[in-house]
């Protein structure tokens, strides 16, 4: 049975109107932003300080370049939301990753070639643009408008751009089957990306109108959606769906 909670009607269009809110909105969208943030900048580190480094060709690496550009001036406009409501994320230039509270990054960290940086792209990109197409319609109207205006354009960009690398990878028997061997190692993870379905915070954000599916709704869609393009490239997910997250 599919669970349901009650989406909120509020629209907060202002830093001024911010502050009126009550405590449990003002805390939920603050951590909503810092993570979004944190998970930016991480994005850059991603890109240059991992991917970058496996990339086969100098298109490749100035392709990371280009796109951890891209994440920067996400974080540069989350940033600049949070600013408004007095939430200082200067300190977070100088962190490492392993340093940042709020984004997780085992997953990234852990990939080990070329082929399962083309599918963490293609897969675990289109879960992040799965939640920003949520952030887009978010109550608080300033974080909203960041997402309209530049981030989710981008991120389908980065979407593509792992396509792309598993496309060609299906193009013959041999680079296929390195790209069925990636997915098998990494769809479970991909999965977990999306959080526990039982996520009492992925409940607070849906009520106060963050968004508008629960996580569990959100990874269904999105299997929905992905594994029939993966058939399509001659490429199937493994039966089993572990590493789901808390």
């Not at 796109?67 to 100088?94: C, P, Y």
């Not at 940086?117 to 920003?132: A, Q, T, Y």
Request: glycine share 6%; proline share 3%.
């Amino acid at each position: 049975m599919k669970e349901t909670v009650e989406v909120g009607r509020h629209e907060v269009s202002t830093p001024e109107e911010f502050f009126k809110m009550p405590e449990e909105y003002r805390s939920l969208a603050s951590h909503l932003m810092l993570v979004h943030a944190e998970g930016e900048l991480t994005g850059a580190d991603d890109y240059t300080q991992v991917f970058y480094k496996m990339a086969p060709n100098a298109y490749e690496k100035l392709i990371c370049c280009e796109r951890a550009a891209e994440e920067i001036q996400h974080f540069e406009l989350t940033a600049k939301v949070l600013s408004d409501i007095n939430i200082d994320t200067h300190h977070m230039l100088s962190q490492h990753f392993t340093e940042r509270p709020y984004y997780s990054n085992e997953l990234v960290t852990g990939v080990r070639n070329w082929m399962e940086r083309g599918i963490f792209s293609f897969l675990g990109e289109s879960v992040v643009l799965e939640h920003l197409l949520e952030f887009k319609d978010c109550s608080y109207k300033p974080f909203a408008k960041i997402f309209e205006d530049q981030i989710i354009r981008d991120e389908h960009v980065h979407v593509a751009h792992g396509f792309r690398i598993i496309r060609e990878a299906s193009s013959n028997d041999e680079s296929r089957a390195q790209a069925q061997q990636a997915l098998d190692r990494l769809w479970p993870h991909i999965l977990g990306l999306f959080g526990h379905e039982k996520s009492q915070r992925s409940r607070a954000y849906v009520k106060w109108g963050f968004r508008k599916t629960l996580n569990g709704e959100l990874r269904e869609n999105f299997k929905k959606k992905t594994i029939p393009k993966l058939a399509a490239l001659g490429l199937t997910v493994p039966h089993h769906e572990t590493g789901v997250s808390a």
